[in-house]
Every structure is written in structure tokens, then in C-alpha cells.
């Protein structure tokens, strides 16, 4: 159980393009997911906390109007990179917090590798 | 505000040694804390958990216990395996969130 999968696994673009990233809870519901981007030398930064029927937390420093998030349901959040640029390559990662278990644990999705050209 | 710090790698070593990576903590309250590990080109797996003082959190042979005296949650593991080479996350959760330290990268050679 407590599977959370992303869609695509990776995606090459052209700079100035748009790129959604979907996180799904496979099993289980989710009120609250979050996005993740991983930097070389593997440190993970929060970008944002995304909550089930509206507006998602930014973390300082994270642009909101160039990463959307959208979480429309329990089960689905979605991550647009907006008018992407070769810096925004990164590793992105969602996770998702069960909303009837008691613990702070995040199920994490297996990440999404974009490269922007 | 919160903050997690772990031992900074790359740790190598030879396939059966003893692993100690330490990880403290600062954080107001009880906070759960976690160790997750990311093999690679993976997202992070949960390898194991403590949600409170002295609790032992344990999986695949790796233990972590909950000093809150020292602040504390490292990880150790008797006899490592080349499949344990992974980056390995402490984190403390509370208030929803989950705090994570820079990750500390295990090789093993055999």
C-alpha cells in the first residue's frame, strides 16, 4: 500500500515550452502532497505544499507564477513548469501525506528527471 | 525553526563493515523522525521510523533509536551489502512537514 507514482518519469523539452508533472496516491487518500526538487549532490529542496481544494504554500524563493500547482482532488497534483529554461533541469519529486494516518510520514513518488534544451 | 544535520559523505566502505551515519535534530516539540534512503535515479523510500523518545526504528538490518537526551537518530547497520550503496535522508516530521538533512551517500564496495 501507500503507493505514489508521477507521470512522466522524465521529459526533455525546448526552452520557453510548458511541462506538467502529475503525482498520484495510488491507494490511498491525500490531502496534502508535496513537490520536491532534488539539486546535484542530491540535496532536496521544498518547493511548495499543495493542499486538496486550494492554494498551494511556496517555500521562499519558489516563484509561483512560473511552478503552478494544481490539486484538484485527493488523489492528484499536478506540477507545471512554466516557460522552462535549461536552469530549471532538476529532479522533481513528489510526495503525499495519508490523510488518516496519524504520523507525519510522506510516501514519496519515484521522481521525475526534466531536462530543458 | 526547525533543522535536521546528518554526517556529510561520500561514505565508502567494504562489503560486511559496520555503518554509522549520525543525524541530531533541533525542534521544539516531539517530533517523528525518519530515515529515508533513495537508491538511484529512484525516489526516496521510507527505510524506517520512530515517533517517539527511545523508540527503535528497524528494517533490512538497519536500526535507529530515538535519543531525545542527545537530540539524536543515527543510523547504524552491523554488516553492510554492496545493494546498500543509496543516499541516505534523516528527517524530522511535525507540523505536517518533513524537515530533511543533505543526505549522506553510501558506497559499498565488494
Known amino acids: 500500500g501507500a503507493v505514489v507514482s508521477q507521470h512522466p518519469s522524465w521529459v526533455i523539452c525546448k526552452s520557453g515550452t510548458s511541462v506538467k508533472i502529475e503525482c498520484r496516491s495510488l491507494?490511498?487518500?491525500?490531502?496534502?502532497m508535496f513537490w520536491y526538487r532534488q539539486f546535484p549532490k542530491q540535496s532536496l529542496m521544498l518547493m511548495a505544499t499543495?493542499?486538496?481544494?486550494?492554494?498551494?504554500?511556496?517555500e521562499q524563493g519558489v516563484e509561483k507564477d512560473k511552478f503552478l500547482i494544481n490539486h484538484a482532488s485527493l488523489t492528484l497534483s499536478t506540477l507545471t513548469v512554466t516557460s522552462a529554461h535549461p536552469e530549471d533541469s532538476s529532479f522533481y519529486i513528489c510526495?503525499?501525506?495519508?490523510?488518516?494516518?496519524?504520523?507525519?510520514?510522506?510516501?514519496f513518488g519515484p521522481g521525475t528527471r526534466l531536462t530543458v534544451l | 525553526g526547525d533543522s535536521v544535520t546528518q554526517m556529510e559523505g561520500p561514505v565508502t566502505l567494504s562489503e560486511e563493515a559496520f555503518l554509522t551515519i549520525n543525524c541530531t535534530y533541533t525542534a521544539t516539540g516531539y517530533p517523528s523522525l525518519f530515515w529515508y534512503v533513495q537508491y538511484p535515479g529512484e525516489g526516496l523510500q521510507l527505510l524506517l521510523k520512530?515517533?517517539?523518545?527511545?523508540d527503535k526504528g528497524s528494517n533490512k538490518g538497519f536500526e535507529a533509536t530515538y535519543r531525545k537526551e542527545t537530540t539524536s537518530f543515527h543510523l547504524e547497520k552491523g554488516s553492510v551489502q554492496v545493494s546498500d550503496s543509496a543516499v541516505y535522508f534523516c528527517g524530522e516530521g511535525s507540523q505536517g512537514n518533513l524537515i530533511f538533512g543533505k543526505g549522506t551517500k553510501l558506497s559499498v564496495k565488494p
Open positions: 499543495s493542499n486538496e481544494g486550494s492554494k498551494a504554500t511556496y
Open positions: 520512530a515517533t517517539k523518545a527511545d
Open positions: 510526495s503525499a501525506r495519508d490523510r488518516l494516518a496519524g504520523s507525519n510520514e510522506q510516501f
Open positions: 491507494d490511498f487518500q491525500a490531502t496534502t
